[in-house]
T-cell receptor, first 114, second 111 residues
Framework: NAGVMQNPRHLVRRRGQEARLRCSPM?????VYWYRQLPEEGLKFMVY????????ESGMPKERFSAEFPKEGPSILRIQQVVRGDSAAYFC????????????FGPGTRLTVT | DAKTTQPPSMDCAEGRAANLPCNHS???????VYWYRQIHSQGPQYIIH???NNETNEMASLIITEDRKSSTLILPHATLRDTAVYYC????????????FGQGTELSVKP
């Protein structure tokens, strides 16, 4: 059973460009969570999604950031007009149906904004 | 949610038991204790969780005091691969799915 997959693993964007981060949950998992880890800082929750629904986006910056988890395909975290402060590791996690704190994390996407 | 306090760092000799403490003196009756770890730059990994009874799985044991104000994660035979940051997280089960990570304990297993 493949684990949570994230791609790309490394992404370099210039200021003002868009970044799209993809997350494929584990087979059978319908809940996806995104977390961000800024350099030398802890992990911060961003958003929690089920298929086609955003359940909790309390950790998402109000502007430029959006997330989706369509009926088919991976979950996407989209950052528009990136700035240097968006440089971080972005981790996706998944869990089976139901509120579940046993979350399985992917390897992360390292975003560097130049 | 209850706040947790963990020592910022600990050392352990390879092959010895690593005992990682966590204080959660304001924990409520319906809050669980979860442990995760993050090996350098990798995604966090779930280890174990418990409510009030001691728990054991293939990775670790979790000892929760009778008053539930503190707990200890035990790695019975630490290896170099156990070097990581360990996070103790207290969760109220109806709060939604998010995990709130603190600073954790950086465990260094030395040969």
């Amino acid at each position: 059973n493949a684990g949570v997959m994230q791609n790309p693993r490394h992404l370099v964007r210039r200021r003002g460009q868009e970044a799209r981060l993809r997350c494929s949950p584990m087979k059978g998992h319908s809940h996806v969570y995104w977390y961000r880890q800024l350099p030398e800082e802890g992990l911060k929750f961003m958003v929690y999604l089920q298929k086609e629904n955003i359940i909790d986006e309390s950790g998402m910056p109000k502007e430029r950031f959006s997330a989706e988890f369509p009926k088919e395909g991976p979950s996407i975290l989209r950052i528009q007009q990136v700035v240097r402060g968006d440089s971080a590791a972005y981790f996706c996690a998944s869990s089976p149906a139901g509120v579940n704190y046993e979350q399985y994390f992917g390897p992360g996407t390292r975003l560097t904004v130049t | 949610d209850a706040k947790t306090t963990q020592p910022p760092s600990m050392d352990c000799a390879e092959g010895r038991a690593a005992n990682l403490p966590c204080n959660h003196s304001t924990i409520s009756g319906n809050e669980y204790v979860y442990w995760y770890r993050q090996i350098h730059s990798q995604g966090p990994q779930y280890i174990i969780h418990g409510l009030k009874n001691n728990e054991t799985n293939e990775m670790a044991s979790l000892i929760i005091t009778e008053d539930r104000k503190s707990s200890t994660l035990i790695l019975p035979h630490a290896t170099l691969r156990d070097t990581a940051v360990y996070y103790c997280i207290v969760i109220r089960y109806n709060q939604g799915g998010k995990l709130i990570f603190g600073q954790g304990t950086e465990l260094s297993v030395k040969p």
